[in-house]
């Protein structure tokens, strides 16, 4: 059974995890609306992996006898100036999902709950991942037009769409 600190956290980590999924669904709208296609298709799958994040803690909590509690999410930009500063948008935010992730850990160790601690070692390997990703697409748009994202040339953007387009769907 989750503590009550552990529940309030978990639930708030939830709501985190779908805040994520709009920023993503956000940042996919406003790169289709550019006809950045390949960008747009790789946010929305990133969106879809931020769903199946907050419905694994959605779970956890109804597994262990929680209460799950769905506040409003929060409303997220609806536009970037360049596709760098959409980048580093996610970045930020991945960030923080990693140090909300590392907070949890810090309460499931404080509290001794070993059952959270097994589930949220599975998170602390995947922000890992997420901050990886991010931090490689902020790299090749630095490689491409420098450390602003602005100087990048049509042809040099048309081919990193494209390779963003071929991300699977995981």
């Given amino acids: 059974m989750l503590s009550k600190k552990m529940e309030k956290a978990l639930n708030k980590q939830v709501n985190a995890e779908f805040y994520a999924a709009y920023l993503y669904l956000a940042i996919s709208a406003d790169f289709s609306r550019k006809s950045l296609n390949g960008m747009a298709d790789w946010y929305h799958k990133q969106a879809q992996e931020e769903v199946e994040h907050a419905m694994k803690f959605y779970n956890h909590i109804q597994e262990r006898q929680g209460v799950v509690i769905l506040e409003p999410i929060a409303a997220v930009p ?3 100036a360049t596709p760098m500063s959409a980048f580093k948008a996610a ?12 907070a949890l850990m810090d309460i499931a160790v404080g509290e001794k709950d070993y059952a959270s601690q097994s589930f949220l070692k599975w998170f602390i390997d995947e922000q890992v991942e997420e901050e990886s990703e991010a931090t490689a697409n902020i790299d090749r748009l630095t490689m ?26 995981e």
């Fill in 91 to 102: 970045l930020v935010h991945e960030q923080k999902v990693t140090g909300m992730i590392n």
């Fill in 144 to 169: 491409l037009g420098g450390k602003d994202g602005k100087s990048i040339s049509g042809g040099s953007l048309y081919q990193l769409d494209k390779l963003m387009g071929k991300r699977s769907g």
């Fill in 78 to 80: 609806s536009e970037w």
